[in-house]
């Protein structure tokens, strides 16, 4: 270790120029990390192989090494013993408390990412330290929220047996972002369904008295577009202990906007549309009901960040699902990976100069790669896949 780090540098910056250096919203990976170069290594264009030997004259990275070489730790772990172990750190703990000791933790680690260091002298470049990172991403299938004003959010498989709450399957509009209750309502019913099983199977096979529900406001009510005479859009008091309707509002009742839209079908039969109420779009579903392709997406979208320089082979990913789509998209990615993938389609995207729709981006993304690759590596079978694989993940593309 001491051969490997000197401790030649052992101020910290400024407290307030480590403030600076979050991650903001407005940032890309660029603009961080030019930042971080800046405020802790004093130059904002410094090379990867530079600030690898910048890093290494650190005594705070040494700190970190020692305490990291005695096992693993989590975040918190590392920084109490940095705080009992190394005087600079804990004299910034003592000036900045937690929140500034955190930010120097990420620092940190995204500098390390960021330094490279040359292979035995040779012109091939590699990490100067290598670092794993684990993402744990939790499916929301099961999710429910109470009735209730405040939002309040429940897993359907933890609701008490005297729950003395209700809690309703949720929607959401993947084009606007709305968001409100699942129920039905039967001609019949003096009240809103309340069952999730019964609310889930009637929303899967679009059930005509299928309604969204949420907080009464003017932002909730359904836009001009979407009223129709095949069309609700009401206001209701509804009691929040059993869901039904009554004349007037006290204490025990919510005021909410129901919104519904029926269509019809080919043989004349109503169903219930998927359109939603606040932008029109036919882009409402149900929160944890398509978590497979939202998985499947993210999973794809952590392949492809910007955060990640090696090649597509060099890669993993280690995944843990009980979903059987899931399964059956990943492993049709992991066919596709040496033709087609969604980089590949970040890499087409990045060439446009103007919004596309989805059939021009497919016909765009082949001829872009068509001419880029030789015709014999485009093995057509494998083509023919990954035009069923974009159509199929028409979401991947908007993502992007
Ligand atoms: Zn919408």
Same mark, same amino acid.
């Given at each position: 270790?001491?051969?490997?780090?000197?401790?030649?540098?052992?101020?910290?910056?400024?407290?307030?120029?480590?403030?600076?250096?979050?991650?903001?919203?407005?940032?890309?990976?660029?603009?961080?990390?030019? +930042?971080?170069?800046?405020?802790?290594?004093?130059?904002? &264009?410094?090379?990867?192989?530079?600030?690898?030997?910048?890093?290494?004259?650190?005594?705070?990275?040494?700190?970190?090494?020692?305490?990291?070489?005695? #096992?693993?730790?989590?975040?918190? #772990?590392?920084?109490?013993k940095l705080i009992d172990q190394d005087v600079t750190f804990?004299?910034?703990?003592? !000036?900045?408390?937690?929140?500034?000791?955190?930010?120097?933790?990420?620092?940190?680690?995204?500098?390390?990412?960021y330094s490279k260091r040359p292979l035995n002298n040779s012109?091939?470049?590699?990490?100067?330290?290598?670092?794993?990172?684990?993402?744990?991403?939790?499916?929301?299938?099961?999710?429910?929220?109470?009735?209730?004003?405040?939002?309040?959010?429940?897993? +359907?498989?933890?609701?008490?047996?005297?729950?003395?709450?209700?809690?309703?399957?949720?929607?959401?509009?993947?084009?606007?972002? @709305?968001?409100?209750?699942?129920?039905?309502?039967?001609?019949?019913?003096?009240?809103?369904?309340?069952?999730?099983?019964?609310?889930?199977?009637?929303?899967?096979?679009?059930? =005509?008295?299928?309604?969204?529900?949420?907080?009464?406001?003017?932002?909730?009510?359904?836009?001009?577009?979407?009223?129709?005479?095949?069309?609700?859009?009401?206001?209701?008091?509804?009691?929040? =202990?059993?869901?039904?309707?009554?004349?007037?509002?006290?204490?025990?009742?919510?005021?909410?906007?129901?919104?519904?839209?029926?269509?019809?079908?080919? &043989? #004349?039969?109503?169903?219930?549309? /998927?359109?939603?109420?606040?932008?029109?779009?036919? @882009?409402?579903?149900?929160? #944890?009901?398509?978590?497979? /392709?939202?998985?499947?997406?993210?999973?794809?979208?952590?392949?492809?960040?910007?955060?990640?320089?090696?090649?597509?082979? !060099?890669?993993?990913?280690?995944?843990f699902t009980n979903s059987v789509q899931l399964i059956r998209?990943?492993?049709?990615?992991?066919?596709?990976? !040496? $033709?087609?993938?969604?980089?590949?389609?970040?890499?087409?995207?990045?060439?446009?100069?103007?919004?596309?729709?989805? @059939?021009?981006?497919?016909?765009? $993304?082949?001829?872009?790669?068509?001419?880029?690759?030789?015709?014999?590596?485009?093995?057509?079978?494998?083509? !023919?896949?990954?035009?069923?694989?974009?159509?199929?993940?028409?979401?991947?593309?908007?993502?992007?």
């Amino acid at each position: 270790m001491s051969e490997y780090v000197t401790e030649s540098i052992t101020t910290l910056p400024d407290i307030k120029l480590i403030k600076s250096c979050e991650f903001g919203a407005n940032d890309t990976v660029n603009s961080y990390m030019r +930042r971080l170069c800046k405020v802790w290594l004093k130059n904002s &264009n410094i090379s990867p192989v530079e600030a690898g030997t910048y890093l290494r004259s650190m005594s705070i990275i040494k700190s970190v090494l020692d305490i990291l070489s005695q #096992g693993i730790l989590s975040l918190e #772990g590392v920084q109490k013993k940095l705080i009992d172990q190394d005087v600079t750190f804990r004299r910034l703990y003592l !000036d900045g408390g937690d929140k500034v000791c955190s930010i120097v933790l990420e620092n940190l680690l995204a500098l390390i990412t960021y330094s490279k260091r040359p292979l035995n002298n040779s012109e091939k470049l590699i990490p100067m330290l290598y670092l794993q990172v684990q993402l744990w991403q939790r499916e929301l299938s099961g999710i429910l929220r109470y009735f209730q004003k405040d939002p309040e959010f429940a897993w +359907r498989h933890s609701l008490k047996k005297d729950e003395d709450r209700i809690a309703l399957p949720m929607y959401f509009c993947r084009e606007c972002g @709305a968001s409100g209750w699942l129920s039905r309502r039967l001609a019949t019913d003096d009240s809103y369904c309340s069952d999730i099983s019964t609310i889930n199977k009637a929303f899967m096979d679009r059930e =005509k008295k299928m309604v969204l529900l949420n907080i009464e406001s003017k932002n909730h009510e359904a836009v001009d577009e979407y009223v129709n005479e095949n069309a609700i859009n009401v206001t209701h008091h509804v009691s929040i =202990k059993n869901l039904r309707e009554m004349s007037e509002s006290d204490s025990d009742t919510l005021r909410v906007r129901v919104c519904s839209r029926m269509t019809s079908t080919r &043989n #004349g039969n109503q169903r219930f549309t /998927t359109v939603c109420p606040e932008c029109n779009s036919d @882009a409402i579903c149900k929160i #944890g009901g398509r978590t497979f /392709t939202l998985s499947s997406v993210a999973i794809s979208q952590v392949l492809s960040s910007d955060f990640d320089h090696a090649e597509e082979k !060099d890669r993993k990913i280690l995944v843990f699902t009980n979903s059987v789509q899931l399964i059956r998209q990943l492993s049709m990615k992991q066919e596709l990976s !040496d $033709f087609f993938s969604v980089k590949s389609m970040q890499q087409y995207i990045n060439s446009l100069d103007k919004p596309v729709n989805v @059939a021009a981006l497919q016909e765009g $993304f082949k001829i872009y790669w068509k001419e880029k690759l030789s015709e014999d590596n485009v093995q057509h079978h494998k083509r !023919d896949k990954a035009k069923e694989w974009i159509s199929r993940k028409r979401r991947v593309n908007l993502c992007c």
